[in-house]
């Protein structure tokens, strides 16, 4: 699809991208984020397919090589949730003590980097543009 020869339509797919955090800052794979998704906002309940989450090296978009292999986060991944039913996904470049390895999607170290989600068949809150992804938060 290098040159986009069809497109997708909002009952099909809604695609979110960021290259920034919460505070604006440009992600950088040296760093830590963490996505926290409340328990009745987690990507699971708003897609009436599935969902994905990729990790992309800007410029270039290309998924980024780690020791795991692991290049996205999808509905089919094996997340571990809060006892409270919210999900937090862990983003940079180890995982963070006590978090769950199933959780990560690792980045490269000092690679400034693209997380875009995709939501297959979404709900209706998605396609009004009601509910996004939260914002990557830096983990200090």
């Known amino acids: 699809n290098l040159a986009a020869i069809w497109t997708d339509v909002a009952d099909e797919l809604v695609t979110f991208q960021t290259t ?18 409340a328990p009745n906002e987690c990507p699971a309940s ?3 397919s ?7 090296c800007v410029p270039g978009h ?15 991944s094996p997340l571990v949730r809060e006892t409270d039913g919210s999900l937090r996904i862990f983003v ?12 990560w999607l690792p980045s ?14 979404p709900h209706d809150v998605v396609k009004r543009g009601d ?3 939260p914002a990557p938060a830096a983990v200090i």
């Open 131 to 133: 509910w996004f992804p």
């Open 92 to 103: 940079g470049p180890r995982v963070p003590e006590g978090a769950p390895v199933s959780n």
């Open 20 to 37: 920034r955090d919460v505070a604006g800052k440009v992600l950088n794979g040296s760093n830590t984020y963490i996505m926290q998704f």
């Open 62 to 76: 290309r998924v980024v090589p780690n020791p795991l292999g692991r290049f996205l986060l999808t509905s089919h």
């Open 108 to 121: 490269s170290d000092w690679k400034p980097f693209q997380l875009t989600m995709r939501v297959y068949v």
């Open 46 to 48: 708003v897609a009436g």
């Open 50 to 56: 599935h969902w994905s989450m990729a990790l992309l």
